[in-house]
């Protein structure tokens, strides 16, 4: 089965570091384009990050420099190392497999909450 | 303020038809392939329309896609209660070389 489960979510101070993790089963991440995205509470989907299989790396303007996706392939998992955490980052963060303006996002994973506050 | 304006909300009756609007520009729906996706509350995103107008497998055909120019749409009929959800069209923005969605439109089946 092919399958997305995120990890690493928590609650952390303003101008903290967190890194999300994003495990597959059942493809290998290296082949396909893995993007990162967020839903704060009560609102829309919010494009974070993507990772293309020939690893260039793209990011939402609300996020870069302060965000960093890659992958292990030895672990079948993409990451995305947070830095610099505002309270306006604190969302639901999925990761999902595909092309945006091809495939389209499938599967998706469930999330992972983060929340930034002091 | 997302990049492709969706319509906040929609209702239609059970059995009718609804349609979802997304309007974009020409760096995003103009000049690339536009998917949906259905949000049921409490869970993850769903694909419903890929490449503007393809349904994965399992998808009914209830469910169809369009676009014209830098405006995509989504088409439900038969509309049943299950269906009630928020629906999201996304792209690829070329200008700003990212991937957009538009705000979400809520469905309510009267």
Do not use: H
């Not at chain 1, 495990?23 to 839903?39: K, M």
């Not at chain 1, 829309?44 to 996706?69: C, P």
């Not at chain 2, 209702?11 to 998917?35: E, R, W």
């Amino acid at each position: 089965e092919v399958q997305l489960v995120e990890s690493g979510g928590g609650l952390i101070l303003p101008g903290g570091s967190l890194r999300l993790s994003c495990a597959a089963s059942g493809f290998t991440v290296s082949d396909n384009y893995i993007t990162w995205v967020r839903q704060a509470p009560g609102k829309g989907l919010e494009w974070v990050s993507l990772l293309q299989s020939g690893g260039n790396t793209y990011y939402a303007d609300s996020v870069k420099g302060r965000f960093t996706i890659y992958r292990d392939n030895s672990k079948n998992t993409v990451y995305l190392q947070m830095s610099s955490l505002r309270p306006d980052d604190t969302a639901v963060y999925s990761c999902a497999r595909g092309r945006l303006s091809r495939e389209g996002f499938d599967p998706w994973g469930q999330g992972t909450l983060v929340t930034v506050s002091s | 303020q997302s990049v492709l304006t969706q319509p906040p909300s929609v209702s239609a009756a059970p059995g009718q038809k609804v349609t979802f609007s997304c309007s974009g520009s020409s760096s995003n729906i103009g000049d690339k392939y536009v998917s949906w996706y259905q949000q049921l509350p409490g869970t993850a995103p769903k694909l419903l329309i890929y490449e503007n107008d393809k349904r994965p497998s399992g998808i009914p055909d209830r469910f169809s896609g369009s676009k014209s120019g830098t405006s995509a749409t989504l088409g439900i009929t038969g509309l049943q209660t299950g269906d009630e959800a928020d629906y999201y069209c996304g792209t690829w923005d070329s200008s700003l070389s990212a991937g957009v969605f538009g705000g979400g439109t809520k469905l309510t089946v009267l």
